[in-house]
Each structure stands twice: as structure tokens, then as C-alpha cells.
């Protein structure tokens, strides 16, 4: 069962920074890509980054250049560097993979969660 476990989430003073990880786990073939989503109350569930496995990114405009997204492909973790935080990055964060499971089949699957605060 494949699995993904997000960390690092915490309150956090604005212009502070914060790094998540996510570690997949499971029965996996291989990966594709792997990203951060996040939702904010009120609010639809935005791209944050995502990183191929090939290491192409991308990222939100309204995090370019203080978001990094990498990764540890000997882990199968992804981790997303958030420097400069404002109160508007506040959301629970969530984790992404797009793997196969068959070397034709694609699906994504999600983490639970972590929540990041950022107090003014």
C-alpha cells in the first residue's frame, strides 16, 4: 500500500521560513512527479510546486522565488524550502505523487496534510 507522509508544518512569524517533507512508501514502480498542494480557509486547493522526475519545476507565481522544491530520489522524498513566509502561504500543505504502478498506469496519490501558520 503505497503511502505519503508529510511533516514540518508549524506556526511560523511572518518572514520566517519552514521546510516540509514527504516521504513515499509502498509498492510503487516508479515515480513521475512529485509536488505541494495547499488550501488556505475559503479557498480552493492551489499548486504550490512540483518537481518531475526528471527535475523540472514549477511553482505558483506567488511563490517564485521563495519556494524551493527538491527532492531525494534515494528516498523517495520531496521536500518544499518556504523562506520569507507570509500570512497568505497559511494552509494545510498537502503532498503529491503522480507514480506508476504498472509501467503504463498512472495515478496520483496524496498525503494528509500538515498545516503551516503564519502569524503578522
Known amino acids: 500500500q503505497v503511502q505519503l507522509v508529510e511533516s514540518g508544518g508549524d506556526l511560523v512569524q511572518a518572514g520566517g521560513s519552514l521546510r516540509l517533507s514527504c516521504a513515499a512508501s509502498?509498492?510503487?514502480?516508479?515515480?513521475?512527479?512529485m509536488g505541494w498542494y495547499r488550501q488556505a480557509p475559503g479557498k480552493q486547493r492551489e499548486l504550490v510546486a512540483t518537481?518531475?522526475?526528471?527535475?523540472?519545476?514549477n511553482y505558483a507565481d506567488s511563490v517564485k522565488g521563495r519556494f524551493t522544491i527538491s527532492r531525494d530520489n534515494a528516498k523517495n522524498t520531496v521536500y518544499l524550502q518556504m523562506n520569507s513566509l507570509k500570512p497568505e502561504d497559511g494552509g494545510t500543505y498537502y503532498c503529491?505523487?503522480?507514480?506508476?504502478?504498472?509501467?503504463?498506469?498512472?495515478?496520483?496519490?496524496w498525503g494528509q496534510g500538515t498545516q503551516v501558520t503564519v502569524s503578522s
Open positions: 503529491n505523487m503522480q507514480a506508476r504502478t504498472t509501467l503504463f498506469r498512472s495515478r496520483d496519490y
Open positions: 509502498g509498492s510503487i514502480f516508479s515515480i513521475n512527479a
Open positions: 518537481i518531475t522526475s526528471g527535475g523540472s519545476t
